[in-house]
């Protein structure tokens, strides 16, 4: 009776034994499959200024005459003066572009402030839009044209939009130097444990934020500066490396 206790125990054992080697197995199984796996997420960034080198300006001549005819006779006038001043300045004829005018009625008022049937004067308002690959010409102008205020011009000058034309081929130049980035962040990170980046999991690339030098804002959608003649351009990349 006791021999048949002593081998049904060390049948228990030796079945115990082979669970834990199982479940060993199992484990380091596991394991490894979670090691091979598992990544690092690491943000890589790449920014480069450049210059403009085109810009569009728009300036607004504004008028005003008791009649109509007179409001658009004045128009008439100082639209040639403004030309030949931008022509003085190196501004081709085929880099002006005259938009339609709009005009519209002003009326008097009533000493109590409301308004009355009768018309004060017409007013008369005039888009000239100015394009050229010299910005700084255009920087200048944009200012200087302030200086026809003496001569009784009422003129709006709007702030220019200053363009880069290479900007589609910086992006993909920022993005491999931004990915770049990343890896060497991760590699630098996993060095410690004498680990390295393997083949890349995932990517995602951030918005472009496209602002003025000095600036620090960003934003979820992108900013896209055209106030500025030199730019900052900003790239970023999220990626997700294999460790190995």
């Known amino acids: 009776m006791c021999f048949l206790c002593e081998k049904l125990k060390e049948y228990q054992l030796t079945l115990l034994a082979i669970i834990l080697a199982l479940g060993l197995i199992i484990a380091v199984a596991v394991g490894?499959?979670?090691m091979s796996?598992?990544?690092i997420y690491m943000t890589g960034s790449a920014e480069e200024i450049v210059t403009s080198d085109s810009a569009v300006w728009t300036f607004i001549i504004n008028v005003k005459n008791p009649t109509l005819a007179g409001s658009y006779q004045t128009l008439q006038k100082q639209l040639p003066v403004l030309k030949a001043?931008?022509?003085e300045n190196g501004i081709n004829e085929e880099n002006i572009t005259i938009e339609p005018a709009n005009y519209w009625s002003s009326?008097?008022?009533?000493?109590?402030g409301n308004t009355s049937d009768e018309i004060a004067y017409y007013n008369y308002s005039q888009n000239v839009k100015v394009k050229s690959n010299d910005v700084k010409k255009i920087q200048t102008l944009s200012t200087d044209i302030q200086k026809f205020a003496q001569q009784g011009y009422d003129i709006n000058s709007q702030t220019?939009?200053?363009?880069?034309s290479k900007l589609a081929d910086l992006k993909i130049k920022l993005l491999e130097k931004a990915s770049q980035d990343a890896k060497n962040r991760a590699n630098s990170t996993l060095k410690i444990n004498g680990n390295k980046t393997g083949r890349i999991l995932s990517v995602k690339t951030g918005v472009f934020q496209i602002t003025s030098p000095e600036s620090t804002d960003v934003s979820d959608s992108g900013i896209i500066d055209t106030s500025s003649i030199e730019k900052k351009v900003t790239a970023v990349v999220n990626v997700t490396y294999e460790i190995k």
């Open 85 to 87: 001043y931008l022509a």
């Open 107 to 112: 009326y008097k008022r009533y000493p109590n």
């Open 32 to 34: 490894t499959k979670t």
């Open 37 to 39: 796996q598992k990544g």
């Open 160 to 164: 220019p939009d200053y363009q880069y």
